[in-house]
Structure formats: structure tokens, C-alpha cells
Antibody, heavy 115, light 108 residues
């Protein structure tokens, strides 16, 4: 199993960014997927989760209305569209596979929101 | 929003048993999971469904749950077990995911 995030970087407050997570080594469309972030020196924070068929998508209150999670099962890919970014969104963003627990995690991609 | 609470730190001597708790009103009915994270690394699942151990996780890691509290138990704690531990549960009302604030385990 491998999960590889990309798309992070330095972005100004109020701007948008799109993260991607490419999966391999398992049947992607059999599993729910999640985004989890970790601000510098802080704990883990769940951001969003999406079921295998995209029928149910959940968001943390801190990102609801600003972030959108989607997936393309044909491309084995998970996405996080982030808009109206704030300095407090600065974190490492991980994607994780959900199999009765987040049993596989990517290496993370850093997002820095700063002027 | 739903919250679960962990102690900020736990210290244990090598070879002793470490207990890390995770408390939350109405912690169930879904299960709790536990993750280990070492500096600069991604989290690793060490316990799922309250008390099940993924393949590759040492037998000294176990879990239990009773009422509003889930507990990670590390028997015969080793220096290599130092790190941050996070519990994860589900908001039984919304099915959203919640993490505890994390517990730093120190093996003295």
C-alpha cells in the first residue's frame, strides 16, 4: 500500500490550493478515505472523510464551507480543494485509508498560509 | 462538537506497564482506535476496534474499553515505544471523526 500526497506549498491568505493523494497497492474503490492535518507542534486534526462511493462526505467544523473533498476511483486519487485559506490552516496534510481504523497514511504534504 | 480527552503526558519505567486513557461522553457505540507517532513520521495504527492489533504491531500493545473510556495498554514498555499516542473515535451523532489531543509517552 502506498499513499502519496502532493500539491502543498506556500499560499497567501484568502487564496485556494488543491491537494492530491494517489493510492496504489490496494483496491482504491473499496475503501473510504480521509484527510488529517497536523499544525506545527500540535496534535492530529481530522479534516474530512469520504466513503468509497462518494455518497457521504464529512468535514470538520473548522473547514466546513471552505474545503471540498472528492475522489476519482478511476484514477485511484483523492482530492482536497481548499479555498479561503487562513493562517490557521497551516499544517502538514495527510491522506489516510480507512479500514476499521486509518491503517495506512501518506507521508504528508505541507501547506503554509502566510502573506 | 464532540471531543475526547487524553492526558497530556504519561511516564513509565522500562519494563513497566503504561496506561493511556481516552475519555468522552458517549464514546461509543463505534470503536476507538489508537495511533503512535514518532517525531518527523506519519502516524501508525496500533489498535483498532478497541482491542484489535494490526499485523506487525508487537503483542505488548493492547486495548480495552469500558463505558466512556478507552485505554491503550503497553506491557513491558521499551524505550522504542516513546512517542505521541492519539486516540480516535467517532461522533456517534454525525459519524464525523475526532482525535484526542495526544499523549506524550516518556520511558524514563
Amino acid at each position: 500500500v502506498q499513499l502519496v500526497e502532493s500539491g502543498g506549498g506556500l499560499v497567501q491568505p484568502g487564496r485556494s490550493l488543491r491537494l492530491s493523494c494517489v493510492a496504489s497497492g490496494f483496491t482504491f474503490n473499496d475503501y473510504g478515505m480521509h484527510w488529517v492535518r497536523q499544525a506545527p507542534g500540535k496534535g492530529l486534526e481530522w479534516v474530512s472523510g469520504i466513503r468509497w462511493n462518494s455518497h457521504n462526505v464529512g468535514y470538520a467544523d473548522s473547514v466546513k464551507g471552505r474545503f471540498t473533498t472528492s475522489r476519482d476511483n478511476a484514477r485511484n486519487s483523492l482530492y482536497l480543494q481548499m479555498s479561503s485559506l487562513r493562517p490557521e490552516d497551516t499544517a502538514i496534510y495527510y491522506c489516510a485509508k480507512d479500514d476499521a481504523g486509518f491503517d495506512n497514511w501518506g507521508q504528508g504534504t505541507p501547506v503554509i498560509v502566510s502573506a | 462538537s464532540y471531543e475526547v480527552t487524553q492526558p497530556p503526558s504519561v511516564s513509565v519505567s522500562p519494563g513497566q506497564t503504561a496506561y493511556i486513557t481516552c475519555s468522552g461522553d458517549k464514546l461509543g457505540p463505534k470503536y476507538a482506535c489508537w495511533y503512535q507517532q514518532k517525531p518527523g513520521q506519519s502516524p501508525v495504527l496500533v489498535i483498532y476496534q478497541d482491542d484489535k492489533r494490526p499485523s506487525g504491531i508487537p503483542e505488548r500493545f493492547s486495548g480495552s474499553s469500558s463505558g466512556n473510556t478507552a485505554t491503550l495498554i503497553i506491557s513491558g514498555t521499551q524505550a522504542v515505544d516513546e512517542g505521541d499516542y492519539y486516540c480516535q473515535a467517532w461522533d456517534s451523532r454525525t459519524e464525523d471523526v475526532v482525535f484526542g489531543g495526544g499523549t506524550k509517552l516518556t520511558v524514563l
